[in-house]
Protein backbone atom coordinates (compact mmCIF):
# COMPACT_ATOMS: atom_id res chain seq x y z
CA UNK A 1 0.00 0.00 0.00
CA UNK A 2 1.20 3.78 -0.80
CA UNK A 3 0.37 6.86 0.89
CA UNK A 4 0.71 10.22 0.49
CA UNK A 5 4.32 12.66 1.04
CA UNK A 6 2.15 14.79 4.10
CA UNK A 7 1.19 11.13 5.36
CA UNK A 8 4.53 10.06 5.31
CA UNK A 9 5.81 12.81 6.95
CA UNK A 10 3.36 12.67 9.90
CA UNK A 11 4.58 9.06 10.99
CA UNK A 12 8.27 10.19 10.48
CA UNK A 13 7.35 12.95 12.73
CA UNK A 14 6.05 10.72 15.08
CA UNK A 15 9.35 8.90 15.89
CA UNK A 16 11.43 12.05 15.80
CA UNK A 17 12.40 12.84 12.05
CA UNK A 18 12.62 16.50 11.53
CA UNK A 19 10.43 17.57 8.49
CA UNK A 20 9.44 21.18 7.68
CA UNK A 21 6.42 22.61 8.43
CA UNK A 22 3.14 21.77 6.12
CA UNK A 23 -0.27 21.76 5.61
CA UNK A 24 -2.39 19.87 3.41
CA UNK A 25 -5.86 21.20 1.45
CA UNK A 26 -8.01 20.36 -1.14
CA UNK A 27 -9.67 23.91 -1.17
CA UNK A 28 -8.21 27.16 -2.53
CA UNK A 29 -9.95 29.06 0.03
CA UNK A 30 -7.56 27.95 3.27
CA UNK A 31 -4.53 29.03 0.92
CA UNK A 32 -3.96 32.23 2.91
CA UNK A 33 -4.42 31.22 6.16
CA UNK A 34 -1.85 27.99 5.60
CA UNK A 35 0.19 30.94 4.76
CA UNK A 36 -0.06 33.17 7.86
CA UNK A 37 0.29 29.94 9.60
CA UNK A 38 3.33 28.79 8.14
CA UNK A 39 5.13 32.12 8.12
CA UNK A 40 7.51 33.50 6.55
CA UNK A 41 7.87 34.55 2.67
CA UNK A 42 8.66 31.28 0.67
CA UNK A 43 6.47 28.46 0.51
CA UNK A 44 6.70 25.46 -1.70
CA UNK A 45 3.00 23.81 -3.55
CA UNK A 46 3.33 20.25 -3.39
CA UNK A 47 0.95 17.95 -5.48
CA UNK A 48 -0.43 14.86 -3.43
CA UNK A 49 -0.62 11.99 -5.98
CA UNK A 50 1.08 8.44 -5.64
CA UNK A 51 3.81 8.92 -8.20
CA UNK A 52 7.43 10.12 -7.81
CA UNK A 53 9.10 13.28 -10.30
CA UNK A 54 6.17 15.24 -9.27
CA UNK A 55 8.59 17.94 -9.93
CA UNK A 56 9.40 17.26 -13.37
CA UNK A 57 5.50 17.55 -14.25
CA UNK A 58 5.12 21.02 -12.78
CA UNK A 59 3.55 19.16 -9.57
CA UNK A 60 6.13 21.15 -7.14
CA UNK A 61 5.94 25.00 -7.53
CA UNK A 62 8.09 27.78 -5.12
CA UNK A 63 5.79 30.89 -4.33
CA UNK A 64 7.78 34.32 -2.81
CA UNK A 65 4.58 35.88 -1.92
CA UNK A 66 0.63 35.14 -1.32
CA UNK A 67 -0.99 35.95 -4.41
CA UNK A 68 1.91 33.83 -6.04
CA UNK A 69 1.20 31.26 -4.01
CA UNK A 70 -2.47 31.38 -4.04
CA UNK A 71 -1.65 31.52 -8.34
CA UNK A 72 0.77 28.39 -8.07
CA UNK A 73 -1.77 26.18 -6.07
CA UNK A 74 -4.50 27.34 -8.04
CA UNK A 75 -2.74 25.82 -11.30
CA UNK A 76 -1.30 22.54 -9.26
CA UNK A 77 -5.15 21.49 -7.50
CA UNK A 78 -6.88 19.92 -9.97
CA UNK A 79 -4.71 19.31 -12.76
CA UNK A 80 -3.86 16.26 -14.18
CA UNK A 81 -0.49 15.76 -13.40
CA UNK A 82 1.75 13.86 -15.89
CA UNK A 83 4.97 12.23 -14.19
CA UNK A 84 7.69 9.45 -15.22
CA UNK A 85 5.79 7.24 -13.46
CA UNK A 86 1.90 8.28 -14.14
CA UNK A 87 0.39 6.99 -17.70
CA UNK A 88 0.04 9.69 -20.51
CA UNK A 89 -3.52 10.20 -19.01
CA UNK A 90 -1.49 11.54 -15.25
CA UNK A 91 -3.37 11.42 -12.05
CA UNK A 92 -5.47 14.65 -11.03
CA UNK A 93 -4.76 16.18 -8.20
CA UNK A 94 -7.21 16.56 -5.26
CA UNK A 95 -4.99 17.69 -2.48
CA UNK A 96 -1.85 19.86 -2.00
CA UNK A 97 0.96 20.13 0.19
CA UNK A 98 2.03 23.61 1.28
CA UNK A 99 5.23 23.51 3.17
CA UNK A 100 7.50 26.51 4.67
CA UNK A 101 10.49 27.33 2.82
CA UNK A 102 13.99 26.08 4.18
CA UNK A 103 18.07 27.47 3.48
CA UNK A 104 19.37 24.38 1.90
CA UNK A 105 23.07 23.87 1.94
CA UNK A 106 23.10 20.42 0.47
CA UNK A 107 21.27 17.51 -0.92
CA UNK A 108 21.19 13.90 0.04
CA UNK A 109 19.93 10.43 -0.98
CA UNK A 110 18.31 8.11 1.65
CA UNK A 111 15.65 5.33 1.65
CA UNK A 112 15.41 2.33 3.57
CA UNK A 113 13.74 -1.07 2.00
CA UNK A 114 14.19 -5.33 2.67
CA UNK A 115 17.20 -6.61 1.29
CA UNK A 116 15.33 -10.41 0.44
CA UNK A 117 18.98 -11.82 -0.24
CA UNK A 118 20.40 -11.01 3.34
CA UNK A 119 16.53 -11.10 4.69
CA UNK A 120 18.09 -7.71 6.37
CA UNK A 121 16.64 -4.17 6.25
CA UNK A 122 19.33 -2.07 4.49
CA UNK A 123 20.21 1.80 3.95
CA UNK A 124 21.10 3.17 0.93
CA UNK A 125 22.27 6.57 0.54
CA UNK A 126 24.20 9.14 -1.72
CA UNK A 127 25.54 11.93 -1.85
CA UNK A 128 23.61 13.12 -5.27
CA UNK A 129 20.46 13.59 -3.18
CA UNK A 130 17.31 15.02 -5.47
CA UNK A 131 18.71 12.84 -8.55
CA UNK A 132 16.87 9.57 -9.55
CA UNK A 133 18.27 6.80 -7.50
CA UNK A 134 18.42 5.15 -11.05
CA UNK A 135 20.13 7.12 -12.87
CA UNK A 136 22.87 7.19 -10.06
CA UNK A 137 23.03 3.59 -9.74
CA UNK A 138 23.27 3.55 -13.45
CA UNK A 139 26.12 6.29 -14.28
CA UNK A 140 28.00 7.32 -11.02
CA UNK A 141 27.72 3.43 -8.63
CA UNK A 142 30.26 4.60 -6.83
CA UNK A 143 28.02 7.43 -5.29
CA UNK A 144 25.83 5.14 -3.32
CA UNK A 145 26.48 2.92 -0.46
CA UNK A 146 24.04 0.14 1.37
CA UNK A 147 24.40 -0.56 4.94
CA UNK A 148 23.07 -4.07 5.87
CA UNK A 149 21.05 -3.53 9.65
CA UNK A 150 21.34 -6.36 11.58
CA UNK A 151 17.60 -6.66 12.65
CA UNK A 152 18.50 -8.51 15.84
CA UNK A 153 20.48 -4.99 17.17
CA UNK A 154 19.22 -2.28 15.11
CA UNK A 155 21.14 0.98 14.30
CA UNK A 156 25.01 0.72 15.87
CA UNK A 157 27.55 4.18 15.92
CA UNK A 158 29.38 1.89 13.74
CA UNK A 159 26.90 2.28 11.04
CA UNK A 160 26.25 5.98 11.82
CA UNK A 161 30.13 6.57 11.15
CA UNK A 162 30.09 4.66 7.90
CA UNK A 163 27.65 6.77 7.11
CA UNK A 164 28.74 10.11 7.86
CA UNK A 165 32.08 9.60 6.38
CA UNK A 166 30.32 8.54 3.08
CA UNK A 167 28.47 11.21 3.36
CA UNK A 168 30.99 13.59 4.24
CA UNK A 169 29.41 15.37 6.90
CA UNK A 170 31.43 16.90 9.39
CA UNK A 171 32.00 15.40 12.70
CA UNK A 172 29.61 17.60 14.62
CA UNK A 173 26.94 15.74 12.87
CA UNK A 174 27.66 12.77 14.23
CA UNK A 175 24.51 12.74 17.13
CA UNK A 176 21.87 13.90 14.48
CA UNK A 177 22.51 12.17 12.13
CA UNK A 178 22.93 9.50 14.62
CA UNK A 179 19.00 10.42 15.92
CA UNK A 180 18.15 10.52 12.13
CA UNK A 181 19.16 6.79 11.37
CA UNK A 182 17.37 5.35 14.77
CA UNK A 183 13.93 7.45 14.34
CA UNK A 184 13.97 6.35 10.21
CA UNK A 185 14.89 2.90 11.31
CA UNK A 186 12.12 2.61 14.17
CA UNK A 187 9.71 4.79 12.22
CA UNK A 188 10.56 1.79 9.22
CA UNK A 189 10.34 -1.30 11.32
CA UNK A 190 7.33 -0.44 13.49
CA UNK A 191 5.36 0.38 10.57
CA UNK A 192 5.49 -3.18 8.56
CA UNK A 193 7.19 -0.41 5.72
CA UNK A 194 8.37 -2.54 2.57
CA UNK A 195 10.52 1.14 1.35
CA UNK A 196 11.10 4.63 3.46
CA UNK A 197 12.96 6.82 0.90
CA UNK A 198 13.82 10.60 1.60
CA UNK A 199 15.02 12.39 -1.71
CA UNK A 200 15.98 14.76 -1.22
CA UNK A 201 17.12 14.52 2.72
CA UNK A 202 18.84 18.11 2.97
CA UNK A 203 21.46 19.69 5.30
CA UNK A 204 19.92 22.97 6.16
CA UNK A 205 22.31 26.11 6.95
CA UNK A 206 21.44 25.43 10.90
CA UNK A 207 23.24 22.33 9.95
CA UNK A 208 20.00 20.19 10.77
CA UNK A 209 18.84 17.41 8.68
CA UNK A 210 15.43 17.18 7.10
CA UNK A 211 13.73 15.26 5.46
CA UNK A 212 12.44 17.51 2.90
CA UNK A 213 10.43 15.17 0.89
CA UNK A 214 9.55 11.58 1.84
CA UNK A 215 7.91 8.44 0.01
CA UNK A 216 6.37 5.10 2.14
CA UNK A 217 5.35 1.53 1.19
CA UNK A 218 3.80 -1.02 3.74
CA UNK A 219 3.66 -4.83 3.40
CA UNK A 220 0.10 -5.67 2.15
CA UNK A 221 -0.02 -8.67 4.18
CA UNK A 222 1.04 -6.96 7.29
CA UNK A 223 -1.77 -4.38 7.23
CA UNK A 224 -4.25 -6.48 9.57
CA UNK A 225 -2.11 -5.54 12.19
CA UNK A 226 -1.29 -1.84 10.83
CA UNK A 227 -4.64 -0.04 11.41
CA UNK A 228 -3.40 3.34 11.67
CA UNK A 229 -1.48 2.96 8.33
CA UNK A 230 -4.58 1.81 6.85
CA UNK A 231 -6.72 4.64 7.55
CA UNK A 232 -4.27 6.35 5.47
CA UNK A 233 -5.59 4.03 2.70
CA UNK A 234 -6.55 7.08 -0.56
CA UNK A 235 -8.65 4.81 -2.41
CA UNK A 236 -8.89 7.49 -5.15
CA UNK A 237 -5.30 7.20 -5.89
CA UNK A 238 -5.91 3.29 -7.43
CA UNK A 239 -7.03 1.63 -9.68
CA UNK A 240 -10.52 1.33 -9.72
CA UNK A 241 -10.16 -2.45 -11.38
CA UNK A 242 -7.39 -3.26 -8.51
CA UNK A 243 -9.77 -1.37 -5.92
CA UNK A 244 -12.16 -3.89 -7.03
CA UNK A 245 -10.04 -6.93 -7.64
CA UNK A 246 -9.21 -6.52 -3.11
CA UNK A 247 -12.27 -6.08 -2.32
CA UNK A 248 -12.87 -9.93 -3.20
CA UNK A 249 -9.90 -11.05 -2.71
CA UNK A 250 -8.86 -11.53 -5.92
CA UNK A 251 -4.93 -10.50 -7.30
CA UNK A 252 -5.33 -8.69 -10.39
CA UNK A 253 -2.71 -6.53 -12.46
CA UNK A 254 -4.14 -5.17 -16.13
CA UNK A 255 -1.67 -6.04 -18.77
CA UNK A 256 -1.15 -4.93 -22.21
CA UNK A 257 -3.06 -8.30 -24.00
CA UNK A 258 -5.60 -9.78 -25.63
CA UNK A 259 -5.88 -13.27 -23.35
CA UNK A 260 -7.49 -12.52 -20.23
CA UNK A 261 -6.76 -14.83 -17.69
CA UNK A 262 -8.43 -16.26 -14.89
CA UNK A 263 -5.71 -19.18 -12.75
CA UNK A 264 -5.85 -20.42 -8.82
CA UNK A 265 -2.08 -19.51 -7.65
CA UNK A 266 0.21 -16.92 -8.60
CA UNK A 267 3.31 -19.62 -9.99
CA UNK A 268 0.56 -21.62 -12.05
CA UNK A 269 -0.68 -18.01 -13.38
CA UNK A 270 2.70 -17.03 -14.02
CA UNK A 271 3.09 -20.70 -16.11
CA UNK A 272 -0.20 -19.90 -18.12
CA UNK A 273 1.09 -16.31 -19.11
CA UNK A 274 4.04 -17.76 -19.89
CA UNK A 275 2.62 -20.42 -22.44
CA UNK A 276 0.64 -18.12 -23.88
CA UNK A 277 3.20 -15.71 -24.89
CA UNK A 278 5.21 -19.10 -26.27
CA UNK A 279 2.33 -19.94 -28.39
CA UNK A 280 2.15 -16.28 -30.22
CA UNK A 281 -0.53 -14.96 -27.86
CA UNK A 282 -0.40 -11.80 -25.25
CA UNK A 283 -2.23 -12.23 -21.74
CA UNK A 284 -4.57 -9.28 -20.90
CA UNK A 285 -3.75 -9.74 -16.98
CA UNK A 286 -2.79 -11.32 -14.32
CA UNK A 287 -5.39 -12.93 -11.99
CA UNK A 288 -5.43 -15.12 -9.15
CA UNK A 289 -8.76 -16.23 -7.60
CA UNK A 290 -7.17 -17.96 -4.54
CA UNK A 291 -8.14 -21.64 -3.19
CA UNK A 292 -11.38 -20.45 -1.72
CA UNK A 293 -13.71 -19.63 -5.55
CA UNK A 294 -17.49 -19.29 -5.17
CA UNK A 295 -19.68 -18.57 -7.54
CA UNK A 296 -19.92 -15.05 -6.81
CA UNK A 297 -15.99 -14.54 -6.94
CA UNK A 298 -15.78 -16.31 -9.96
CA UNK A 299 -18.01 -13.97 -11.26
CA UNK A 300 -16.68 -11.15 -10.39
CA UNK A 301 -13.32 -12.02 -11.95
CA UNK A 302 -15.20 -12.96 -14.90
CA UNK A 303 -16.17 -8.91 -14.55
CA UNK A 304 -12.50 -7.48 -14.15
CA UNK A 305 -11.45 -9.39 -16.97
CA UNK A 306 -14.24 -8.30 -19.61
CA UNK A 307 -13.69 -4.66 -17.85
CA UNK A 308 -10.86 -4.15 -20.30
CA UNK A 309 -11.47 -3.63 -23.64
CA UNK A 310 -8.65 -5.42 -25.43
CA UNK A 311 -9.92 -8.86 -24.24
CA UNK A 312 -10.63 -11.16 -27.15
CA UNK A 313 -11.27 -14.25 -25.42
CA UNK A 314 -10.73 -15.86 -22.02
CA UNK A 315 -8.24 -18.84 -20.28
CA UNK A 316 -9.76 -20.66 -17.16
CA UNK A 317 -6.59 -22.65 -16.03
CA UNK A 318 -7.81 -24.22 -12.67
CA UNK A 319 -5.67 -27.15 -10.81
CA UNK A 320 -8.23 -28.38 -8.14
CA UNK A 321 -6.88 -28.88 -5.14
CA UNK A 322 -8.41 -27.45 -1.89
CA UNK A 323 -11.35 -26.26 -4.46
CA UNK A 324 -13.23 -28.52 -6.43
CA UNK A 325 -13.21 -28.86 -9.99
CA UNK A 326 -16.90 -29.17 -9.98
CA UNK A 327 -17.11 -25.85 -7.89
CA UNK A 328 -15.01 -24.29 -10.39
CA UNK A 329 -17.11 -25.32 -13.44
CA UNK A 330 -20.43 -23.91 -11.37
CA UNK A 331 -19.12 -20.68 -11.21
CA UNK A 332 -17.55 -20.19 -14.53
CA UNK A 333 -20.86 -21.49 -16.10
CA UNK A 334 -22.93 -19.06 -13.67
CA UNK A 335 -20.54 -16.26 -14.28
CA UNK A 336 -20.96 -16.60 -18.27
CA UNK A 337 -24.64 -16.88 -18.36
CA UNK A 338 -24.68 -13.60 -15.68
CA UNK A 339 -22.17 -10.92 -17.70
CA UNK A 340 -23.56 -12.72 -21.47
CA UNK A 341 -19.65 -13.53 -21.97
CA UNK A 342 -19.49 -13.29 -25.94
CA UNK A 343 -15.69 -13.77 -26.38
CA UNK A 344 -14.03 -17.19 -26.41
CA UNK A 345 -13.80 -19.04 -23.36
CA UNK A 346 -11.24 -21.64 -22.80
CA UNK A 347 -11.22 -23.96 -19.99
CA UNK A 348 -8.60 -25.88 -18.01
CA UNK A 349 -9.66 -28.03 -15.49
CA UNK A 350 -7.74 -30.56 -13.35
CA UNK A 351 -7.22 -32.40 -9.89
CA UNK A 352 -10.33 -33.01 -7.69
CA UNK A 353 -13.64 -33.77 -9.18
CA UNK A 354 -12.58 -32.73 -12.54
CA UNK A 355 -14.61 -35.34 -14.16
CA UNK A 356 -17.50 -33.95 -12.47
CA UNK A 357 -16.50 -30.29 -13.75
CA UNK A 358 -16.01 -31.42 -17.45
CA UNK A 359 -19.85 -32.95 -17.56
CA UNK A 360 -21.42 -29.60 -16.17
CA UNK A 361 -19.66 -27.58 -18.61
CA UNK A 362 -20.34 -30.23 -21.39
CA UNK A 363 -23.75 -29.66 -20.18
CA UNK A 364 -24.05 -26.31 -19.98
CA UNK A 365 -24.83 -25.19 -23.64
CA UNK A 366 -22.68 -22.84 -23.74
CA UNK A 367 -20.09 -22.28 -26.00
CA UNK A 368 -17.00 -23.31 -23.61
CA UNK A 369 -14.17 -24.76 -25.10
CA UNK A 370 -12.69 -27.91 -22.82
CA UNK A 371 -8.72 -28.35 -22.76
CA UNK A 372 -6.96 -31.44 -21.64
CA UNK A 373 -3.66 -29.62 -20.70
CA UNK A 374 -2.17 -26.23 -20.25
CA UNK A 375 -0.62 -26.54 -23.69
CA UNK A 376 -3.40 -27.33 -25.17
CA UNK A 377 -5.35 -24.75 -23.85
CA UNK A 378 -2.66 -22.42 -24.50
CA UNK A 379 -3.29 -23.45 -28.31
CA UNK A 380 -6.85 -23.24 -28.23
CA UNK A 381 -7.25 -19.85 -26.97
CA UNK A 382 -4.77 -18.28 -29.14
CA UNK A 383 -6.53 -20.00 -32.36
CA UNK A 384 -10.02 -19.11 -30.94
CA UNK A 385 -9.16 -15.09 -30.71
CA UNK A 386 -7.52 -15.55 -34.12
CA UNK A 387 -10.65 -16.47 -35.72
CA UNK A 388 -12.39 -13.01 -34.98
Same mark, same amino acid.
Given at each position: MNIHEYQAKEILKKYGVKTLKGFVTSSLGEINKIADNLGGNVWVVKAQIHAGGRGKGGG !? *? !?AKSKSELLEKSSKILGMNLITPQT @?? @????????? #?? *????ISRELYFSILIDRKSSNITFLASTEGGMDIEEVAKKSPDKIIRISIDNSIGVMPYHVRRLSYFLELDKSFFKELESFLSSSYAAFKSSDASLLEINPLIVTSKN?? #?ALDAKMNFDDNALFRQKEILDYRDETEEDPVELIASKYDLSYIKLDGSIGCMVNG???????? @?????????P?????VGGGA???????AFKLIMS @???VKGILVNIFGGIMRCDI !???GVVYAAREINLEVPLVVRLEGTNVEKGKEILKNSNLKIISADNLGDAAKKIVKSIGKN
Open positions: !V *Q !V @DA @DGKKVNKIY #IE *QGAESL #IAGLAMATM @DIIKLNGGEANFLDTKEKVTE @DKN !VAD
